[in-house]
């Protein structure tokens, strides 16, 4: 793959990202609710960084993990930002707003620079092998966050059984879809490889 191929698809990794963590916010809003409740899933963030692996990254397991570092990071900047318009922070003016929005999501910015590499490597991991290891294993992750929402359901008690349900159905659908792309793309090589 040419430089400038893979430089389009870093950005256009970047770009969707920062759209995502924009339309996240946006929905979310204050945070009340179920969609509040879905708000602060984080297994959808692990798979905006395997998806950006899986196409920047292609075949380089490197470009992958900064892909999904790139992604989850300007994921997460456009959230914020947006959140510093729609969440009610108090009568500042607007910088202040943004500070304490970024502030307050300081600990998910330190787990990203850990997860985002990780998740976008998987992402690679999958589109250079076609292994269901990393789809199922993101698909668990997704049903286990559900699970300790369940357990330790002190935020958002009334909506833990409908969020989490949500959770477990996105992952089943996750790993459904996910198992029949990669067994498309199975053939599909395998095809290739014999003509």
Known sequence: MAWNRQT??????????????????????NGFGLLGALGQ???????????AGAFAGERRLTLGAFAGLEATLLGLVGFYFVNSFVVDLGSHAWPTD??????GGKWVFALSVLS??????????WRRQLSMVPVIILGLLFVG?????????HIFVQYVDQASTIEVLSALAWMVLAVEITKALRREEYSANVR
């Open 8 to 29: 389009e698809r870093v950005i256009t990794v970047g770009v969707c990202a920062a759209v995502i963590g924009v339309a996240d916010s946006l929905i979310k809003g």
């Open 41 to 51: 899933t984080a297994a959808p963030w692990l798979m905006l960084a395997f998806l």
């Open 98 to 103: 943004l500070g304490l929005a970024v502030t």
């Open 116 to 125: 985002g590499p990780i998740f976008g490597a998987f992402g690679t991991w």
């Open 145 to 153: 966050e559900a699970l300790v929402r369940v357990i330790e359901a």
